[in-house]
């Protein structure tokens, strides 16, 4: 069983940053994707960013110079630098592992990120 903890959220005045920290734990291949989803209330979940266990990265449009994805492969552990931020970027935010060979997904439990004005 894969285990995700997330850690590093929080309340934020816009402009403002925060860096956020998911570890995996359990059996899990060296060959997946990690990366961070986030849903507002009332909205879809959405993709924030992903990387490749070769560090290849995509981010959403709305985030793109203002938010970093990396990764330890050592640890097993994605962060996501957070700079820049505004109040739309107020919502949970989902640590998410995709095994490639087995192809399965997990989920961490969320963490709050609220921005202020």
């Known amino acids: 069983q894969v285990q995700l903890v997330e850690s590093g959220g929080g309340l934020v005045q816009a402009g403002g940053s925060l860096r956020l920290s998911c570890a995996a734990s359990?059996?899990?291949?060296?060959?997946?994707?990690m990366g961070w989803y986030r849903q507002a209330p009332g909205k879809q979940r959405e993709l924030v960013a992903r990387?490749?266990?070769?560090?290849?990265?995509n981010y959403a449009d709305s985030v793109k110079g203002r938010f970093t994805i990396s990764r330890d492969n050592a640890k097993n552990t994605v962060y996501l630098q957070m700079n820049s931020l505004k109040p739309d970027d107020t919502a949970v935010y989902y640590c998410?592992?995709?095994?490639?060979?087995?192809?399965?997904?997990?989920w961490g439990q969320g963490t709050q990120v609220t921005v202020t004005s």
């Open positions: 359990g059996r899990i291949f060296s060959i997946n994707d």
């Open positions: 998410n592992v995709y095994e490639r060979v087995l192809l399965r997904n997990y």
């Open positions: 990387i490749t266990s070769g560090g290849s990265t």
